[in-house]
């Protein structure tokens, strides 16, 4: 091996140490953050509590005594009110921001995102249907359903969205990612102009209860839901996490991809189906969140390079603490009122990502 070879190996294994080494920085500073926000997000409200007090609180729930004193009311408040939103914020803003991640990076388009592919617009047809249509006596049997009825056109309605769009793309056993982009943009605009009608015929109630779910929030979070979000997202996320290498190999190219071993098919079969079932657990039960997905990813490239081994992961731990601190922001910025979460997530998310084309057109200048 020549000198400079050897020169050059050892300059690239020095850069891919460096990688890792700030890949772990990052993780370490986002789980910190994401641990600091949640505690935060547990004590603000109209019964305010030290951050010591909510630690006490989870602590005495395993069996370990702190110095913070607190009451039975303040415990419930806690255990009852402020952790189950908190934990589906952090849930859901995972599953959101993976989602955005790895569908970027199988399309290979800055920007996918999960409503790219019809799937959120699907979960607001489904809900729209619960909602306007189960006065009608086609869908009465769904009013039976009460409280878990919109979640369960929302999930079904995202899940055959996603399906159609397979569908569409599907030929000769072979998925065409150009097709599928224009299939999920397709069903989108189906679905959306779907809504748009039921908006249309909705009376009063039904249209503000459509235009609630459409925007977004944490509030009907309980145990009950948590769990049901927390199964779901954690299997989707749990398999796209492993995906990491795959997408890195789909950089340089599907035929690319597949000539190191990648089984394609198989992998963007698995990336748009957990991917759609991720999405489809967080909008079923709070609705449309926008811009986590998309931005989310973006801001993770920005502080630590196009390694899926570092976007994944990061892109999970900040599009949690991204939405707890929308749903904290959406809930003290006009309390006593509440503000949409998709409005926050929106307001803060679009600037930045015109901000990211502005610097892109820069560069590239």
């Not at 039976?144 to 793309?169: I, Q």
């Not at 503000?208 to 929030?217: A, F, V």
């Not at 081994?309 to 922001?329: E, K, W, Y």
Request: proline share 4%; net charge neutral.
């Amino acid at each position: 091996m020549s000198s400079a070879t050897a020169q050059d190996w050892t300059a690239a294994a020095a850069a891919i140490d460096r990688s890792r080494q700030k890949g772990r920085r990052l993780m370490l500073i986002l789980g910190m953050a994401a641990a600091i926000v949640s505690v935060i997000a547990m004590g603000v409200g109209a019964m305010a509590l030290s951050p010591g007090q909510v630690v006490a609180v989870l602590a005495d729930t395993i069996g370990i005594e702190l110095p913070w004193a607190f009451d039975a009311t303040e415990a419930s408040v806690v255990l009852d009110i402020r952790a189950p939103r908190v934990l589906m914020g952090l849930i859901v803003g995972a599953g959101l921001a993976l989602s955005g991640a790895v569908l970027q990076g199988l399309f290979r388009n800055p920007l996918a995102d999960p409503g790219l592919i019809g799937v959120a617009s699907g979960a607001r047809l489904g809900a729209a249907i619960s909602i306007v249509l189960t006065a009608t006596p086609v869908l009465s049997w769904a009013q039976d359903l009460d409280l878990v009825s919109v979640p369960l056109f929302a999930f079904a309605g995202a899940l055959g969205a996603m399906a159609l769009v397979y569908r569409m793309a599907l030929k000769n056993g072979r998925v065409e990612v150009t097709t599928m982009l224009l299939a999920g943009v397709a069903v989108a605009f189906f679905a959306e102009a779907a809504v748009g009608l039921l908006s249309y015929v909705a009376d009063d109630v039904q249209l503000r209860t459509l235009t609630i779910w459409r925007l977004g929030s944490l509030g009907g979070a309980s145990w009950d839901v948590l769990a049901v979000t927390a199964g779901l997202t954690a299997v989707s996320c749990s398999w796209l996490l492993r995906d990491a290498r795959a997408l890195n190999a789909f950089l340089l190219g599907e035929a690319e991809a597949g000539h190191l071993g990648i089984a394609t098919e198989r992998v963007k079969i698995r990336i748009v189906v957990l991917s759609a079932i991720a999405v489809a657990a967080a909008v079923a039960f709070v609705g449309v969140i926008s811009f986590v997905g998309l931005a989310i990813p973006h801001l993770v490239r920005l502080l630590a390079g196009p390694d899926h081994r570092i976007v994944l992961p990061g892109s999970v731990l900040l599009g949690a603490v991204g939405v707890v601190l929308a749903d904290l922001t959406a809930r003290t910025l006009a309390a006593p009122a509440e503000l949409p979460v998709g409005s926050i997530t929106a307001f803060a998310g679009a600037p930045f990502f015109a901000f990211l084309l502005i610097r892109s057109r820069s560069h590239h200048a």
